[in-house]
């Protein structure tokens, strides 16, 4: 069992710059993956960043260049700069300790979610 606390959500303006950590406990060593999810009032929750084992990162299309995820032990971190307002969501740790295999690749099957945090960019 793997639990998240997330933490660092607030509000700021437009062009700053804002860092969310994720501290995970329990069993630890068994995550494969994690990863940084957001969703906003009336959308879909969508995946932000992940970080797989090895270092490895994906990034959503709409954050690129502006967003850096990271881990170090058993924390993992969200580095936001040029923060939009379109980036106003609240912010979820996810973890994995499985792999999907496809045909396109592997895929983490997400079992751990924090609670959220709030992240508010005025404009």
């Known amino acids: 069992q793997v639990q998240l606390v997330e933490s660092g959500g607030g509000l700021v303006q437009a062009g700053e710059s804002l860092k969310l950590s994720c501290a995970a406990s329990g069993s630890i060593f068994s995550i494969n993956t994690m990863a940084w999810f957001r969703q906003a009032p009336g959308k879909q929750r969508d995946l932000v960043a992940s970080?797989?084992?090895?270092?490895r990162t994906n990034y959503a299309d709409s954050v690129k260049g502006r967003f850096t995820i990271s881990r170090d032990g058993a924390t993992a971190y969200l580095q936001m700069n040029s923060l939009k307002a379109e980036d106003t969501a609240v912010y979820y740790c996810a973890a994995a300790d499985k792999l999907q295999i496809q045909a396109m690749g592997l895929i983490p099957q997400y079992e751990y979610w924090g609670q959220g945090t709030q992240v508010t960019v005025s404009s």
């Open positions: 970080i797989i084992l090895g270092g």
